[in-house]
């Protein structure tokens, strides 16, 4: 069955340090989703990106975030100054179509900030 | 805006004893409800969905939810537990104009033999 896939499944980085989430979402899915999930809290939505731009995107999603589809096939979240409240687990997800249309998680990347 | 909250942060039942976490959401329009799963280590899996159709909606692995407008429930039950079921699972909404997902902060359910 296909699924969805994330590169590294933990990342410890410097506060202040740039990382970059991979991502490589079912093959044929057009929607792609950030969601992250600090330690004993809600799993939260970042992003959301179709056609190759933003189509809704959260407040935490800041200028410090951002996110691209550098080829056909992976999904990139970049933080480019991480602070230590960017400690969580982050997921990845991807639909065939928008709206209500099941979406498939990855197994997220942990990332903690030191 | 939409939002979920989930009664209990931890349920422990028996191994063969009914299983129910709840769940109630609250929308200022029609909502689509989910559930979903997350086993030890892994992402999170689609347990069931409801869109609007049949309120009572049957999932993956003997769950099932009934969408109950009055009460603005969604609640997840399973007539009998197994091991396997222990796992965290999340309720979540969605409306048709946005497409995030909004979760709730999950029921970690414990299986005891």
């Known amino acids: 069955e296909p699924e969805v896939t994330q590169t590294p499944s933990h990342q410890v980085t410097q506060m202040g340090q740039e990382v970059i989430l991979r991502c490589v979402p079912i093959s044929n899915h057009l929607y792609f989703y950030w969601y992250r999930q600090i330690l004993g809290q809600k799993v939260e939505f970042l992003v959301s990106?179709?056609?190759?731009?933003?189509?809704?995107k959260s407040e935490i999603f800041d200028d410090q975030f951002s996110v691209e589809r550098p080829d056909g096939s992976n999904f990139t979240l970049k933080i480019r100054s991480t602070k230590l409240e960017d400690s969580a687990m982050y997921f990845c997800?991807?639909?065939?179509?928008?709206?209500?249309?099941?979406?498939?998680f990855g197994p997220g990347t942990r990332l903690l900030v030191l | 805006a939409q939002s979920v909250t989930q009664l209990g942060s931890h349920v422990s039942v028996s191994e063969g004893a009914l299983v129910l976490l709840r769940c109630n959401y609250s929308s200022s329009v029609p909502p689509y409800l989910f559930w979903y799963v997350q086993y030890p280590n892994q992402g999170l899996q689609l347990l069931l969905k409801y869109t609007s159709a049949a309120t009572l909606v049957k999932g993956i692995n003997g769950f099932e939810a009934e969408f109950k407008k009055s009460e603005t429930s969604f609640h997840l039950t399973k007539p009998s537990a197994h091991m396997s079921d222990a796992a965290e699972y999340f309720c979540a909404v969605s409306v048709s104009r946005d497409d995030k997902i909004i979760f709730g902060k999950g029921t970690r359910l414990h299986i005891l033999p």
């Open positions: 990106f179709y056609n190759n731009e933003i189509s809704e």
């Open positions: 997800a991807s639909s065939s179509q928008g709206g209500w249309e099941t979406q498939y």
